[in-house]
T-cell receptor, first 118, second 113 residues
Framework: AQKITQTQPGMFVQEKEAVTLDCTYD???????LFWYKQPSSGEMIFLIY??????QNATEGRYSLNFQKARKSANLVISASQLGDSAMYFC???????????????FGQGTTLQVKP | DAGITQSPRHKVTETGTPVTLRCHQTENHRYMYWYRQDPGHGLRLIHY???????DKGEVSDGYSVSRSKTEDFLLTLESATSSQTSVYFCAIKGQGERQPQHFGDGTRLSIL
């Protein structure tokens, strides 16, 4: 069965340092996609980064990068040079399957709360 | 920002009453989704739609129904609200293509007393 696991309920990081948020997944599909979202205390869900299962390179978007290890079924989010505004809850999510007819349904992990210390 | 609006943003109601939440999009996207968010569970899919009048169940669909009579509107109905349905409800939309992310509305905080 499809499953996403985020084992870190809460984390702290010093401002300007890098931090890694863990995400492991379980799926029997060969084609799938992994997403990371940020949820600040104001409550909105903000899309950060996407990794496709067939992508040859790890995804990067500004200060966000995804450490994708397919054999280990992990898709960890790396935030470089943390800022106070990075304090939020972070969710890893997976889309199972692919192709033009895919419905795009996501399953989410339980989330990791990140606090950036000044 | 993705053109997606949820209404109401907050609602308090009593057990046993019907409740309808509305999701409105201006992006003409085919796919729309309803999730609920509860502490310790992340977001869980309730129902989704892949076109007008085309809907299907998600992981936690019991006690909920949906309707989509036009592309821009996706309604979530709690036929007879229970306290266990107290939650934050998010609507999301997605464009065509597997690499497209879902974009979320601002959420509806629903309290059932």
């Amino acid at each position: 069965a499809q499953k996403i696991t985020q084992t870190q309920p809460g984390m702290f990081v010093q401002e300007k340092e890098a931090v890694t948020l863990d995400c492991t997944y379980d799926t029997s599909d060969q084609s799938y996609g992994l997403f990371w979202y940020k949820q600040p205390s104001s409550g909105e869900m903000i899309f950060l980064i996407y990794q496709g299962s067939y992508d040859e390179q790890n995804a990067t978007e500004g200060r966000y990068s995804l450490n994708f290890q397919k054999a280990r079924k992990s898709a960890n989010l790396v935030i470089s040079a943390s800022q106070l505004g990075d304090s939020a809850m972070y969710f890893c999510a997976m889309r199972e399957g692919g192709g033009s007819s895919n419905t795009g349904k996501l399953i989410f992990g339980q989330g990791t709360t990140l606090q950036v210390k000044p | 920002d993705a053109g997606i609006t949820q209404s109401p943003r907050h609602k308090v109601t009593e057990t046993g009453t019907p409740v309808t939440l509305r999701c409105h999009q201006t992006e003409n996207h085919r796919y729309m989704y309803w999730y609920r968010q509860d502490p310790g569970h992340g977001l869980r899919l309730i129902h989704y739609s892949y076109g007008v009048k085309d809907t299907d169940k998600g992981e936690v669909s019991d006690g909920y129904s949906v309707s989509r009579s036009k592309t821009e509107d996706f309604l979530l109905t709690l036929e007879s609200a229970t306290s266990s349905q107290t939650s934050v409800y998010f609507c999301a939309i997605k464009g065509q293509g597997e690499r497209q992310p879902q974009h979320f509305g601002d959420g509806t905080r629903l309290s059932i007393l």
